[in-house]
Each structure stands twice: as C-alpha cells, then as structure tokens.
C-alpha cells in the first residue's frame, strides 16, 4: 500500500499555469505506475495523465494533450503534473493513484489501486 497527498492546487485565471504535487510515501514508489485524474461537479472522474515507473513512457487524455506534462521523481518520491494554458473547463479536484502492476497506458481505463485526497483546481475565466 502506497499513501498519496496531493498539493499545489488553486485558483488561476484562463491562460495561466499551475502545478500539482503528489508525494508518495509507505512502500518503493519508483515500483508504481502513477496517474492523475480529475472529477468535475456533476461529471464522471476523467483520465488527465500517466507516467511509468521510470518515466519513459507518458500518456495523456485527448482534452489535455498539448496542454499538461506529467512527470516524476524517483529520488524525491513525487510525481507531478505541469498545467499550462488553462480553460475554465479544467476546474476539478484533481486526484493522484498510483498501481504497482498496470502499465501506464491501460491506467486510463483500469481504475488504480490507490488514491490520493484530491486537491482543488479552479480555473476563472
């Protein structure tokens, strides 16, 4: 079992950037496929992003290809998820997961065994 926190949410106005920590403690982090997810108000939770366990290979939701980067520090366990040219369609809670055995492709559709807290984004328009 892995434990999740996820922090850097907040507010940003439409164009701007952000990033979003998840730092990882409790067993090797460097072991686990890692993700990021987003759940709007009303909305089923959404594939943004996931990274394998050693970086080399990242896959991305089609509403933010282009536009986020995920990327991941084995020696600092914390994976991370780079916004730019934010849109108010972006506000959610974005949630971190993490699976010792899914290969990151198949993340986006095979829900992660474990899950952070959430941290709140809001995009003002």
């Known amino acids: 079992q892995v434990q999740l926190v996820e922090s850097g949410g907040g507010l940003v106005q439409a164009g701007g950037s952000l990033t979003l920590s998840c730092a990882a403690s409790?067993?090797?982090?460097?072991?686990?496929?890692m993700g990021w997810f987003r759940q709007a108000p009303g909305k089923e939770r959404e594939f943004v992003a996931a990274i394998s366990w050693s970086g080399g290979n990242t896959y991305y939701g089609d509403s933010v290809k282009g536009r986020f980067t995920i990327a991941r520090d084995n020696a600092k366990n914390t994976v991370y998820l780079l916004m730019n040219s934010l849109r108010p369609e972006d506000t959610a809670v974005y949630y971190c997961?993490?699976?010792?055995?899914?290969?990151?492709?198949?993340?986006?559709?095979?829900?992660?065994?474990?899950w952070g807290q959430g941290t709140q984004v809001t995009v003002s328009s």
């Open positions: 409790g067993r090797p982090f460097s072991s686990y496929t």
């Open positions: 997961a993490a699976d010792p055995s899914l290969e990151a492709y198949r993340i986006a559709v095979i829900a992660p065994r474990n």
